[in-house]
């Protein structure tokens, strides 16, 4: 089997000690992660981890039904780069005094699709969001520039053949409604029961 990139979308309660536990899992396989990102979801009180990595199918869905036995775990799906819609954002600080001399700014922001979001007597900061091909690109665009510092953000994405959870989450709810809290007769009176 070939190893391509693959996106694990991870919808959990949002707990202390979860990613931990999650990154533990892809350690413990001495698997890399290549992204992730961990944000809250369309439904609140659940967040959503996507992590990108570069495996086998196979190794990827026997690591998507470990993720899932986490308690705090609702759903784990992974799709190919071809199934989802994402993008990731860079960040680029050059020194203004030589990218305003030296380049034709506004055309390089164009044909890069860049934008400048901070503009100081000492440096600029440009930013872009993309592909990763994308935001390379002008990576090489700005050395000459004397590229100050770069950094680009994890990968967010969209299942493109998704209904989403929250429809999912909602049917099941309706379906298995959970059970209503039933007072414990023995709540009131525990010295009574749990002394000797």
């Known amino acids: 089997m070939d ?3 693959y996106n694990i979308t991870v919808y959990t309660e949002n707990t202390i000690g979860l990613l931990n536990r999650i990154s533990t899992i892809f ?3 001495k698997l890399n992660i290549d992204s992730l990102n961990t944000s ?20 990827v869905r026997k690591l998507a039904s470990q993720i899932e036995k986490q308690v705090e775990v609702l759903k ?10 994402w993008q990731e954002m860079a960040l680029y600080k050059v020194p203004t005094d030589i990218i305003a001399e030296k380049a034709l700014v506004e055309r390089l922001l164009r044909e ?3 934008r400048a979001v901070v503009i100081r007597k000492d440096y600029t900061v440009f930013e872009t969001t993309g592909h990763r091909e994308e935001t390379d690109n002008l990576i090489k665009v700005l050395q000459p520039f004397g590229l100050i ?4 953000s994890a990968r967010i994405a969209i299942i493109k053949d998704s209904d989403g959870f929250n429809r999912k989450l909602r049917e099941f709810e309706r379906k298995e409604p959970g059970h209503e809290v039933i007072e414990n007769e023995y709540l009131n009176s525990r010295d009574k029961v749990f002394t000797m």
């Open 3 to 5: 190893r391509q990139e």
């Open 27 to 29: 350690s413990r396989r």
């Open 40 to 59: 809250p979801s369309e439904i609140e009180g659940i967040h959503r981890f996507n992590i990108v990595i570069h495996e086998t199918e196979e190794v």
């Open 76 to 85: 784990v799906y992974y799709n190919t780069n071809d199934d989802v819609i």
């Open 112 to 114: 890069n699709g860049a």
């Open 149 to 152: 510092e770069f950094v680009r």
